[in-house]
Nanobody, 121 residues
């Protein structure tokens, strides 16, 4: 059952930007590494980015390095994914996760329901 809530997805042209947000209303970010996975049509879920509880360490998939930035605000139990220079291949449902398995996380114990990002060429 989803315990996180993503927002900020939408339709954008290639080269554009979006900022995804993830809210944790039940304090399900507290003490945990958090991050983002995505799932494109017909493909499996893939790792995008993760950040430790303190924010001191981040990890990115090679495909998004230099274009995406992950951040968090622990005072507000919020996570963010700033996505710049978007490409059509970034089109996917983006899922926020908390309480990661390993580092960088290969899975999360807590997930959101996802937000659709569509990049047109």
């Amino acid at each position: 059952q989803a315990q996180l809530k993503e927002s900020g997805g939408g339709l954008v042209q290639a080269g554009g930007s979006l900022r995804l947000s993830c809210a944790a209303p039940d304090h399900t970010f507290s003490g945990y590494a958090t991050g983002w996975f995505r799932q494109a049509p017909g493909k499996g879920r893939e790792f995008v980015a993760a950040i430790t509880w303190s924010g001191a360490h981040q990890s990115y998939a090679d495909s998004v390095k230099g274009r995406f930035t992950i951040s968090r605000d622990n005072n507000k139990d919020m996570g963010f994914l700033e996505m710049n220079n978007l490409r059509p291949e970034d089109t996917a449902i983006y899922y926020c996760g908390s309480d990661g398995v390993g580092w960088p996380p290969t899975d999360f114990h807590i997930w959101g329901q996802g937000t659709q990002v569509t990049v047109s060429s």
